[in-house]
């Protein structure tokens, strides 16, 4: 169960989509900015994850416009789960939550669980390394990197 509140982006968004549930503060931004701060991409297991969360259609618009998305559109879009008020309680809340699935049945949890990892494999057999490598050995990484540190634009040259 990830717990977000305030900035969930990059390496953390890709971690809390792997969660079975995610819950999120008010207060929750959640996204994937790198197509205006680093240049880089995400694996192909991330990019399936998070598209079979929201759709091809939100993950595409929530990527390719780098914007972050609020608690309310992702309750409304089935990214989390709920939504909590205080941020300060998300926490407690998710570890009520994860106490909760601990008293049912854990076969049923387990096969509700290896039915989705056997519909991911199917993506697992795709070979995505060049695309990552392609990317992250860029002009425009390296430039995305360089503005981040600088705190500047960067100047995308596509190559």
Same mark, same amino acid.
């Given at each position: 169960? %990830?717990?977000?509140?305030?900035?969930?982006?990059?390496?953390?968004?890709?971690?809390?989509?792997?969660?079975?549930? +995610?819950?999120?503060?008010? @207060?929750?931004?959640?996204?994937?900015?790198?197509?205006?701060?680093?240049?880089?991409?995400?694996?192909?297991?991330?990019?399936? +994850?998070?598209?079979? /969360?929201?759709? #091809?259609? +939100?993950?595409?618009? /929530?990527?390719?416009?780098?914007?972050?998305?609020?608690?309310?559109? *992702?309750?409304?879009?089935?990214?989390?789960?709920?939504?909590?008020?205080?941020? =300060?309680?998300?926490?407690?809340?998710?570890?009520?939550?994860? @106490?909760?699935?601990?008293? $049912?049945?854990?076969?049923?949890?387990?096969?509700?669980?290896? %039915?989705?990892? +056997?519909?991911?494999?199917?993506?697992?057999?795709?070979?995505?390394?060049?695309?990552?490598? $392609?990317?992250?050995?860029?002009?425009?990484?390296?430039?995305?990197?360089?503005?981040?540190? =600088?705190?500047? *634009? #960067?100047?995308?040259?596509?190559?």
């Amino acid at each position: 169960v %990830a717990a977000i509140a305030g900035a969930c982006t990059g390496g953390g968004a890709a971690l809390a989509t792997a969660c079975d549930l +995610r819950l999120g503060a008010k @207060n929750m931004k959640f996204g994937y900015p790198m197509a205006k701060t680093l240049g880089n991409c995400l694996s192909l297991e991330n990019c399936a +994850r998070l598209s079979f /969360l929201i759709g #091809p259609g +939100r993950f595409k618009d /929530l990527l390719f416009t780098a914007r972050l998305m609020g608690a309310e559109e *992702a309750y409304a879009v089935g990214l989390i789960n709920e939504i909590v008020d205080e941020p =300060k309680e998300v926490l407690s809340r998710g570890m009520a939550l994860a @106490n909760r699935i601990t008293q $049912h049945a854990p076969l049923t949890i387990r096969a509700a669980k290896e %039915a989705l990892l +056997r519909i991911y494999e199917r993506w697992q057999s795709v070979d995505f390394s060049d695309v990552i490598e $392609h990317s992250y050995q860029s002009n425009d990484f390296r430039a995305g990197v360089n503005a981040f540190i =600088k705190k500047e *634009a #960067p100047k995308w040259s596509g190559t």
